[in-house]
């Protein structure tokens, strides 16, 4: 794991604080820390999605064609980052979960 020297310095200063200080502090991090543990959890549940639907290995969902490209990310509705395909058969553009029926939902959980 990289170390960060001004991360390790706060860290060495959290032994410092009292008590109320780390419950002041605790209450300040929480949402913020939660906010980061969703964003990774909907991450690793869609490469699980990435992982079962191209098991087979990487192919376009439109025309099936195996000549694939990543065409960068993108950012959806709810503000998750997303991979973005290209076919170089078909030319059309695809992400993980065009065709499924989590593809146009109002309330994705990832």
């Not at 300040?28 to 906010?35: A, F, K, M, T």
């Not at 064609?65 to 059309?92: M, P, V, W």
Request: glycine share 8%; proline share 3%; charged share 25%.
């Amino acid at each position: 794991m990289e170390r960060f020297p001004r991360v390790q310095q706060i860290v060495d200063q959290l032994g410092q604080l009292t008590v109320s200080e780390q419950e002041q502090l605790y209450r300040e991090l929480r949402p913020w820390v939660s906010g980061i543990k969703v964003q990774v959890e909907q991450q690793m549940g869609l490469q699980e999605i990435r992982d079962a639907r191209f098991s087979q290995g990487l192919h376009c969902v439109r025309c099936g064609s195996l000549a694939i490209k990543r065409n960068g990310r993108f950012q959806d509705e709810q503000g998750h980052l997303k991979q973005r395909y290209l076919c170089k058969t078909c030319g059309r553009t695809f992400n993980d979960l065009t065709g499924t029926p989590l593809a146009y939902s109002k309330k994705q959980w990832m």
